[in-house]
């Protein structure tokens, strides 16, 4: 294909990258693409009801607060400006609170795509042909327009990528000159997820090995290295300060209220307690009974399972060169010497590119130390995928199977996984606040079953408003269901109370059970539950779209049994 007809390929995938995420993507990928950034954010800047995770609360502070707020805090703070100026007076929304964050990180999702356009020459990978494989790619469609520390910690890797890999002129390896932007972007990395030293692992070795040369004494190495120090430790300090300050007065109102001191004041305050927050995070998450809270999984389940799910083929091309490669382990190191030393030729064009192959395995095999395994921990590792599998056109004759597998990966959690609850959270939000709720503002108790934790920012609640109740049952048996929604019903006196039941098709059964009646029924289309998923059967039956639907229920108090 003609580079100019690439060209053009990558252009309409990349509207529709940004084109899908303003529609919006309905699909619920994991409940900290809201719980990490957008929700606690909408909390202390927009000063919305919001369930602050664990990792958030001062007794456990784990992530830091820098990255939320120049994400989300920024995009939510330019909206209640927008509002408060009266340039759009209605602009906080649920639609505006879901998509301006994700949009925010769809435009930073293309520093992805700059980068592959800058390491392909460098790997012998065709630009276009790595760009277009990238941008037509579910995982950069879907995970990277979404609110994951995990989308930060693959821009910055790609980042660390570019930063690294340089060249003369002439073609020849250089030493990189970006020395303490290296630096800068490791310490960042390592402060948004520790994890992050993972993938900065070999990166950092192979930037170490250009500053490392037979001309140069071992002490002029030790020094150039020793003059990054203070780089390090000043960035580090930046987010240590940030963090001790909102922890410590935990939330933006009244870290505000500590700015407004005096120096001494301030210093006071971060003496009170210091907030590290990697360490924090390591801490807990190199405790086994912790990871086991959240899911614990076989060691191999990121290589056989978790890679397959998000790069499909292209995982398997990579194991099959990796095993292929496996006998000549023992001279990579020699390689690698003679390749600082001048000959290219060597890695790049050696069969596999182990280096490349190391950069996306070495990884791999870090994380699968851990027992808590999810398929968003690997989405970094598209980066030198896909140069791998350009670089010498491994991926061109499977390019039906590339297509169709990322096709049926973009409707499956683009629309489908938990597709029903952010419509259902946009129709709960218009209906709380019609013209007819704000003239007679009645009470509301929203439960929701089996689903997905619910943001509750974007149902666009002030925190003075108390007449809006959120129960989240998660997946409670039936008998625990039962128990909540009857007592919740036998509180239910008032002339003005609405008693909703938001439940996925596939267990709206086990509400009839309850012995309550419902007056109104609203199906949202689709929702698919992998925790309750439907029953094949049922999906060539007449109510198969009930089966992959979730279910908003009203309660009729007039015709309640219990």
Same mark, same amino acid.
């Given at each position: 294909m003609a580079a100019a007809a690439l060209w053009a390929l990558w252009a309409l995938l990349a509207a529709l990258r940004v084109g899908w995420c303003l529609l919006p993507q309905a699909g619920y990928l994991h409940p900290d693409e809201f719980f990490q950034a957008p929700e606690v954010m909408a909390g202390d800047i927009l000063n919305l009801q919001v369930y602050y995770p664990w990792e958030f609360l001062s007794s456990s502070p784990c992530r830091t607060v820098v990255f939320p707020l120049m994400t989300s805090g920024v995009t939510y703070w330019v909206i209640k400006c927008l509002q408060q100026l009266d340039v759009w007076?209605?602009? !906080?929304?649920?639609?505006?609170?879901?998509?301006?964050?994700?949009?925010?990180? @769809?435009?930073?999702?293309? !520093? %992805?795509?700059?980068?592959?356009?800058?390491?392909? $020459?460098?790997? &012998?990978?065709?630009?276009?042909?790595? %760009?277009?494989?990238?941008?037509?790619?579910?995982?950069? =469609?879907?995970?990277?327009?979404?609110?994951?520390?995990?989308? %930060? *910690?693959?821009?910055?890797?790609?980042? =660390?990528?570019? +930063?690294?890999?340089?060249?003369?002129?002439?073609?020849? =390896?250089? &030493?990189? @000159?970006?020395?303490?932007?290296?630096?800068?972007?490791?310490?960042?990395?390592?402060?948004?997820r520790p994890t992050f030293l993972a993938f900065a692992l070999m990166p950092l070795l192979y930037w170490v090995g250009l500053n490392i040369d037979s001309q140069k004494s071992i002490k002029i190495v030790i020094n150039h290295f020793l003059k990054l120090v203070p780089c390090a430790c000043f960035t580090a300090i930046f987010f240590i300060t940030a963090d001790t300050l909102y922890f410590t007065s935990m939330g933006l109102d009244n870290l505000y209220s500590v700015e407004k001191n005096s120096l001494f004041d301030i210093i006071a305050q971060l003496n009170q307690k210091i907030v590290v927050t990697p360490l924090n995070f390591l801490r807990y998450n190199l405790n086994p009974h912790n990871l086991a809270e959240h899911g614990s999984h076989p060691r191999v389940t990121h290589f056989m399972v978790n890679g397959i799910m998000l790069f499909g083929i292209l995982h398997i091309l990579a194991i099959g060169a990796g095993c292929k490669m496996l006998k000549k382990c023992i001279y990579i190191l020699p390689q690698v010497k003679s390749y600082y030393h001048g000959s290219s030729r060597i890695l790049v064009?050696?069969?596999?590119?182990?280096? %490349?192959?190391?950069?996306?395995?070495?990884?791999?095999?870090?994380?699968?130390?851990?027992?808590?395994?999810?398929?968003?921990?690997?989405? $970094?590792?598209?980066?030198?995928?896909?140069?791998?599998? @350009?670089?010498?056109?491994?991926?061109?004759?499977?390019?039906?199977?590339?297509?169709?597998?990322?096709?049926?990966?973009?409707?499956?959690?683009?629309? +489908?996984?938990?597709?029903? +609850?952010?419509?259902?959270?946009?129709?709960? &939000?218009?209906?709380?606040?019609?013209? *007819?709720?704000?003239?007679?503002?009645?009470?509301?108790? =929203?439960l929701f079953a089996h689903t997905y934790m619910p943001p509750r920012s974007l149902l666009n609640i002030k925190k003075r408003d108390t007449h809006i109740e959120v129960i989240d049952m998660a997946g409670s048996e039936e008998e625990t269901l039962c128990q909540t929604v009857g007592q919740q019903t036998n509180n239910f006196t008032c002339n003005d109370c609405h008693f909703f039941v938001i439940i996925p098709g596939t267990v709206r059964a086990t509400i009839t059970k309850c012995g309550v009646s419902f007056k109104n029924e609203t199906l949202i289309f689709p929702h698919l539950s992998m925790e309750d998923p439907p029953q094949i059967s049922f999906l060539f039956s007449e109510n198969w779209r009930s089966q992959l639907g979730l279910y908003i229920l009203q309660l009729d108090r007039d015709q309640q049994s219990l």
């Open positions: 007076s209605s602009c !906080i929304n649920s639609y505006t609170l879901l998509v301006s964050p994700r949009l925010f990180f @769809t435009i930073f999702s293309f !520093i %992805l795509d700059y980068s592959v356009y800058r390491l392909a $020459p460098f790997w &012998e990978a065709d630009p276009w042909k790595a %760009l277009v494989l990238l941008a037509g790619s579910h995982v950069t =469609l879907v995970f990277y327009t979404r609110t994951f520390t995990n989308t %930060l *910690e693959g821009l910055l890797f790609a980042l =660390l990528m570019v +930063l690294v890999s340089s060249r003369r002129s002439d073609g020849s =390896l250089a &030493e990189p @000159t970006s020395s303490h932007l290296i630096v800068i972007v490791t310490v960042a990395g390592f402060f948004n064009h050696s069969e596999g590119n182990p280096i %490349l192959l190391s950069f996306y395995f070495v990884p791999l095999a870090f994380l699968s130390l851990f027992s808590h395994q999810e398929p968003r921990f690997l989405i $970094p590792l598209i980066l030198p995928l896909v140069l791998f599998s @350009t670089s010498q056109n491994r991926a061109i004759k499977w390019k039906p199977v590339i297509i169709i597998f990322n096709v049926l990966g973009a409707l499956l959690f683009g629309c +489908l996984h938990q597709g029903g +609850l952010i419509p259902c959270l946009f129709h709960l &939000e218009q209906l709380m606040h019609s013209p *007819e709720s704000s003239n007679h503002p009645g009470h509301y108790i =929203l």
